[in-house]
């Protein structure tokens, strides 16, 4: 065994079994995230095209009202998704239950129909949900309805007429027109948002593992692994970055496991990391190797972490069947693609 792979293997025992107490832990959270919005805006078809789940199809939990249904995405009932009307109008009629699902929730979101633009109660309805204190994200859906030229300028507007900061919206169509879309637009964007918003609150993982596509899932847990990553590998102390990079590989290596419900261990650990980092390639770790000198350095941190990322959601997707060589070249390609596209440092 090299002295390199001693080096990981060594780390990763240290790490894998925190990594482990730390996803049970987080899978033991509760989240609700609120879909509001008038009728037609969209909010059930965003639902299915987050979760793959038929609102209409789901048992509410009991207590919700017509007005407003409350339902478990997964058989924990960890996650409820609240389905809602206009808010105002949710705050003065729902029952106790569905009430208290709504001052509960984690994250809002404002499901809005482009082809009818902003009105005065929309404008409510987000001041009120806003005024609870909760991240809230604003969908401006069925963008496919609006003319291409006329896109730019019907966003800025809306968003000025909703008093919202273009950080917390994104353009959607969650059920396009055929002829433009085969598939659901924005929806990767979404889950970046909602990602970013839960990782602080440790809920990012139960939100993740219940979305219906794993890779839109892993992306939005790969890109901020390696910008944390990066801000690990730029402390100035040769080996207090790599401790700290590798920490952030090993728990993300367990929660892309965790999302595809494959058995979290350290030889699964090991295997990626190993191979990715410390095999016979003679691609990216060359460069960085000789680039790094005495620190990992910002960018060969980040792109090592994404490139280790994308490497592990190829080896959950092909259940686990993947070679070391095929590791070593994804995670070539990805780890380069990364360095190229955020710099040299």
């Given amino acids: 065994m090299s002295d390199a792979s001693l080096e990981i293997e060594k780390a990763v025992l240290a790490r894998w079994e925190l990594a482990a107490g730390e996803i049970d832990r987080a899978l033991e959270e509760n989240l609700a995230v609120a879909f509001l919005g008038s009728a037609s805006s969209g909010k059930d078809s965003a639902i299915r095209a987050l979760f793959g789940i038929d609102f209409g199809q789901v048992d509410p939990i009991p207590g919700s009202t017509e007005e407003v249904r409350v339902a478990a995405v997964d058989a924990e009932g960890r996650l409820l998704v609240i389905n809602a009307p206009g808010f105002g109008d949710v705050r003065a009629d729902v029952d106790k239950r569905a009430r208290a699902a709504m001052e509960q929730l984690d994250i809002a979101i404002y499901v809005l ?10 404008r409510r309805d987000l001041d009120a949900v806003r005024a609870l204190g909760r991240p809230t994200l604003v969908c401006l859906n069925k963008i ?9 300028a019907f966003v800025d507007a809306t968003l000025e007429q909703l008093g919202i900061q273009k950080e917390d919206a994104v353009i959607t169509a969650f059920d396009p027109l055929p002829v433009l879309s085969d598939k659901p637009i924005g929806v990767q964007e979404v889950v970046n948002w909602i990602h970013t918003n839960l990782e602080q609150d440790g809920k990012a993982l139960l939100f993740a593992k219940n979305l219906r596509n794993r890779a839109i899932a892993c992306e939005s847990m790969i890109r901020s692994a390696a910008k944390q990553a990066t801000l690990a590998g730029a402390i100035p102390i040769p080996g207090a970055d790599a401790t700290a990079v590798t920490a952030i590989q090993v728990r993300l290596i367990s929660n892309i496991a965790a999302v595809f419900d494959h058995r979290i261990d350290k030889d ?7 191979e ?7 691609g990216f770790i060359r460069w960085a190797v000789t680039a790094a000198k005495t620190a990992l350095g910002a960018t060969v941190s980040g792109a090592t972490t994404f490139g280790v990322g994308k490497a592990a959601v190829a080896f959950m997707e092909n259940g686990g069947s993947i070679t070391g060589t095929e590791i070593r070249e994804i995670f070539d390609l990805q780890a380069f693609a990364w360095k190229q596209n955020n710099g040299n440092s």
């Fill in 113 to 122: 129909n482009c082809d009818g633009g902003a009105t005065i109660d929309e």
């Fill in 276 to 282: 990715a980092l410390a095999g016979s390639s003679k």
């Fill in 144 to 152: 496919d309805l609006i003319r291409p030229g006329q896109r730019e």
């Fill in 268 to 274: 699964l650990i090991l295997f990626i990391m190993g």
